[in-house]
């Protein structure tokens, strides 16, 4: 009676983990599917995704490459990230935009950074601009700059989005709920 019911444990434990298995599974194989999609639209070379990894995408950006990446964000139940980095050499100093409201779902590092005071109406309402070189960054924030910075964090639905400069590099990061390769 004893190895019945221990049987019949196994046996419910086991369909339990397939179905875990197999719904992790599937959403590893919609984000490799997207960006695979990516890949071939653009040129680029997917790192696959699967139990211990997350999808990568490698472009080619002018005369250096991106790289177009997803992670869960910590503490999200399945929440992702969408991360976009790309090699810079022309840029010098240290910048972030983040946005003025929001949930802090992506975390930023602002030390050595001061607030950039600026009257642009428009943007002001919705970002907050953090430099270590306030004069570069009033030069790099253009009104075309700014436009394409508007566009980035509603499309294809508005989300969380910071946009970070680093000497050598630019990263993108937004929160990403879709996993269709158009968006």
């Known amino acids: 009676e004893c190895i019945g019911v221990f049987m019949l ?21 919609r984000w490799n599917s997207a960006l695979a999609a990516v890949a071939q639209r653009f040129g680029g070379v997917l790192s696959r995704g699967g139990w211990f990894s997350n999808p990568s995408l490698r472009l080619p950006y002018g005369t250096t490459y991106s790289r177009l ?22 840029i010098t100093h240290h910048m972030a935009l983040v946005p003025r409201v929001t949930r802090r779902q ?3 590092d602002l030390r050595g950074l001061t607030e950039l005071e600026f009257d642009w109406e428009d943007f002001r309402l919705r970002w ?8 570069e960054a009033r030069l790099l924030l253009s009104a075309g700059v700014r436009v394409q910075l508007e566009r980035i964090s509603r499309s294809p639905e508005a989300a969380e989005t910071l946009v970070l400069i680093y000497p050598g590099w630019l990263v993108v990061r937004k929160v990403w709920e879709s996993s269709r390769a158009h968006d």
């Open 128 to 135: 907050n601009v953090w430099a270590d070189d306030h004069q």
């Open 9 to 29: 444990v196994a046996a419910v434990v086991v369909l339990a983990l397939f179905g875990v298995f197999s719904q992790t599974a599937a959403r590893f194989e």
């Open 106 to 108: 992506i975390a930023v």
């Open 69 to 90: 990446s997803v992670y869960s964000l910590p503490g999200s139940a399945g929440r992702k990230c969408l991360e976009m980095i790309v090699q810079w050499s022309d």
